[in-house]
């Protein structure tokens, strides 16, 4: 991994866990204000209408049509390239040190990165 690219554990936030038609997803809902019942509440089943409706609020955040969600609580873990718009898509987790551990597990340090930024050519003489 290069120094463009960082590491970032959110906080325990509220997020929604979506699954599209390609994988799922994670939305920062509580950061979005994006609040949706759950899709299979069954308690509280939604009506075709309000479906499509959840569905159109939700799409606006997702890469692929959503099938169904959840709001869940976790630690979002993801890489980001601080003044770009570049990062990857968070993946989230019920800890912290899962969040973690995920970004060490998928985007191990360079230790040559590190290496050949500090290294000199040496001197003659």
């Known amino acids: 991994m290069t120094n463009f690219m960082q590491r970032q ?6 997020w929604l866990q979506v699954e599209t038609t390609q994988g799922t997803e994670f939305v920062p809902s509580g ?4 609040f949706v019942r759950n899709s299979d509440c069954p308690s509280q089943p939604l009506t075709d209408d309000e479906r499509e409706e959840t569905i159109n609020k939700i799409r606006d955040y997702v890469e692929d049509t959503p099938e169904s969600w959840e709001n869940i609580k976790g630690y979002g873990a993801r890489l980001f ?6 990062c990857t898509s968070f993946v989230v987790f019920d800890t912290q040190e899962e969040a973690e ?3 060490d597990d998928m985007y191990p340090e360079d230790e040559d990165d590190e290496d050949e930024a500090t290294c ?3 001197r003659k003489g």
């Open 9 to 14: 554990v959110t906080g325990n936030e509220n």
């Open 31 to 34: 950061q979005l204000g994006l």
């Open 81 to 86: 390239a601080p003044g770009y718009l570049d």
């Open 101 to 103: 551990q995920y970004l």
């Open 120 to 122: 000199q050519a040496p």
